[in-house]
């Protein structure tokens, strides 16, 4: 963002116009995501929008970063809840994210990043680290669910099971349809096994 836009009335603009950004990714996907069509929606002149974010690639990187840091919080408190009992606080980080995944608004934006991302490497790179924060947290909470695995068996776990949590998220988004309530029940079940399954043994 332009330094012009660091004090508090300008922040609370720039904020405004992420708020506007984000609204159009999800209503018409990433192709409107110019700064001629953001203005436009915000109703402002695209001189003035460019006066806090001079380029595309500016806005975009910074609601990425908005929507990464909001995203990471939700997914750190969800897996933080119930410390003293796992095995509960893991049901409900699951039961929440898959709450979230009935939100159009939620799976329709993540849905255009990964089309960004695509094509984007330095957004490729956001989502990148984003998803290994998001995996180590899933390995900790299994972790303390399972002590006997480990670390890289917990990790690798996790990253079956937000593959799955994503791969969901990627057919609520219209793409293959929605669904059933059998699938979740599924993923579920899935969920428990990963936490019980027996340490993979090597091979002599």
């Known amino acids: 963002m332009s330094t012009r836009g660091a004090s508090r009335k300008g922040q609370e603009r720039s904020e405004a116009i992420l708020d506007t950004a984000e609204r159009l990714l999800v209503d018409e996907g990433h192709a409107a995501l110019t700064l001629r069509g953001v203005a436009q929606r915000a109703g402002i002149r695209l001189g003035n929008l460019q006066y806090y974010f001079t380029t595309r690639e500016e806005l975009v990187r910074a609601l990425l970063a908005r929507v990464l840091e909001r995203a990471t919080a939700r997914v750190e408190e969800r897996m933080g809840a119930v410390k ?19 939100d159009p608004a939620s799976y329709r934006l993540f849905y255009d990043l990964w089309a960004l991302a695509a094509r984007e490497p330095a957004i490729a790179a956001e989502l990148r680290a984003f998803y290994a ?19 890289a068996e917990a990790r690798a776990r996790a990253e079956l099971l937000v593959a799955l949590l994503e791969g969901l998220s990627l057919f609520r988004s219209g793409t293959l349809g929605e669904p059933g309530p059998k699938v ?3 993923l579920r079940r899935v969920t428990s096994w ?7 043994t090597q091979r002599p």
Not at 88 to 95: G, T
Not at 133 to 151: K, T
């Open 84 to 102: 003293q009992q796992p095995a509960q606080a893991l049901d409900a980080a699951l039961e929440s994210l898959l709450e979230d995944q009935h």
């Open 194 to 200: 990963l936490t019980t399954a027996p340490k993979r």
């Open 184 to 186: 979740e029940a599924e």
């Open 133 to 151: 924060r998001y995996i180590d947290a899933v390995a900790e909470l299994l972790n303390r669910v399972a002590p006997e695995l480990s670390g």
